[in-house]
């Protein structure tokens, strides 16, 4: 070949990966490892990350002027419930105006299958991508009957469980999650946990859990998920760390304490965490021993595991006026006390889902104040957390502003967390934490998933009164490769993918 033609050729090769290359300058690196910032530049080339360091723009090449802000690997939440919304709005914002650009579904033990979530992301592309976990709930309720599950399962079920979980395993589920507070799965034993945890190990796989108690029996709860890491070896993680219970707030100290014991026998034992006092769920799991007509018990609940006052129901099909108002501005309203409300409130909305079996959505839901400031942030700075939005698009703010809020409040504001610690939290160690391969860091190979922000100015907006407000300062987010959001909109590019475990 002649040496002109060979250089003619060469060149036109270096165009075409040029045209096919971003470059990301002037920013600061926080490359989620924990590494301390450096200024630089980042290469892209299609949906991987191809170099970081000082670097020049090439022929053709798109560059981006990052303008001094910071580079980060883009957010993984750890515990998300927002793909349902993906469904109906595929780009995503309530994730992407987080700097999120991986979710992790199939949360407090109800998923869908691997391969009809594969089916529905390839069929309606959406912006962001996702990584699934195998519900227990879920399981439970295919076996044994969706209204049958308010008992034991025998040794007959826990085996069709088994093979089920086995499906799901071997199509690329992260491993299995139980939701053991919720009535789908709180009558079940511990045996039975275990036994499908030690399906899941093995397999590879990890175990995630929103334990069974977050308030009165919290010490046993904790025991159980330590006792399927020690039995498993293989890696658990508690959903949400919390101390929902008045009367044991300021004991995180001591249960870190016992988290860290076991790690030291040998228990990979993690947990994600949300920055907010108040968390958001059903009326239901108010009452610890589920005797939802007990006035005792619904007593216990105004005195020890809500504040009727700054608790607020954010869904209420069967009387849409009381959604936004506190209990103790409903309790007003009905002439009763908070307690009777309580009791009230839960038999009007099991009489709407008897009357509208067909009903789709959420009938009732809560935001309710549980937690103690101290408590949360000592969660968020232990080492081995990392953080979550348990988020949906609707009623409680964190589903629109958790990961700005720590950024916010946690990092600048409180000085919690360094900045390039708290990155790591969201990025380098929830990938660790669940087993996500070529995602969280800022590095040749790594897949280009990244956000811009400006570490001056991030915050949240969102609150009850307004759940949908954007956060300020995310500027742009990649989700491999493709920029989905920039100045607080979409852009219509539909670029995230299903995460399968070991892909």
Known sequence: MQPKLLSSLLFLLSFTISINAQLITNVTIVDGTGAVR????????????????????????????????????????????????LRTQPTGVPVTNQG?????????????PVDELEAQIKAHPIAVNVATYTGHSSLREKVMGEKDVFRKATNAEVEKMNALLLEDLAKGSLGLSTGLEYEEAFFSAREEVIELAKTTASQNGRYISHIRSEDITIEDALDEIIEIGRITKMPVQI????????????????????????????????????PYN????????????????????????????????????????????YKGKTIGQIAALRKERPAQTLINLIQIASDFKAQHPDFKGTV?????????????????????????????????????????????????????LSLEHAIFKMTGLTAENLGIKNRGIIAPGYFADLVLFDPAIVKDNATIQNSKALSSGIEMVWVNGELVYQQQKATGKLSGTLIKRGS
């Open 239 to 274: 959903s949400h760390l919390k101390i929902s219970m008045v009367s044991k707030w300021g004991r995180s100290n001591e249960f870190l304490a016992l988290l860290e014991k076991a790690r030291g026998e040998g228990v990979n034992i993690t947990a994600d965490v949300y």
């Open 364 to 416: 009732e839901a809560i935001a309710a104040k549980g937690m103690n400031d101290k408590d949360v942030a000592n969660f968020i700075a232990w080492p081995h957390s990392c953080l979550c939005s348990d988020g949906n698009t609707g009623g409680h703010p964190r589903g629109y502003g958790s990961f700005p809020r720590v950024l916010g409040k946690y990092v600048r504001e409180e000085k919690v």
């Open 38 to 85: 450096y200024k630089g530049a980042v290469r892209l080339e299609g949906n991987k990350i191809k170099e970081v360091g000082t670097l020049k723009p090439r022929i053709g090449e798109k560059v981006i002027d990052g303008k001094g802000k910071v580079l980060a690997p883009g957010f993984i939440d750890a515990h998300s419930h927002h793909f349902e919304s």
């Open 100 to 112: 999120v650009t991986t979710i992790v579904i199939g949360q407090d033990g109800g998923s869908e």
């Open 278 to 321: 108040f968390w958001n769920s059903t009326l239901r799991v108010l009452f610890p021993r589920r005797d939802y007509t007990s006035i005792e018990s619904a007593e216990f609940a105004v005195r020890e595991t809500f504040n009727a006052d700054e608790s607020y129901l954010v869904q209420y099909a069967p009387i849409p006026e």
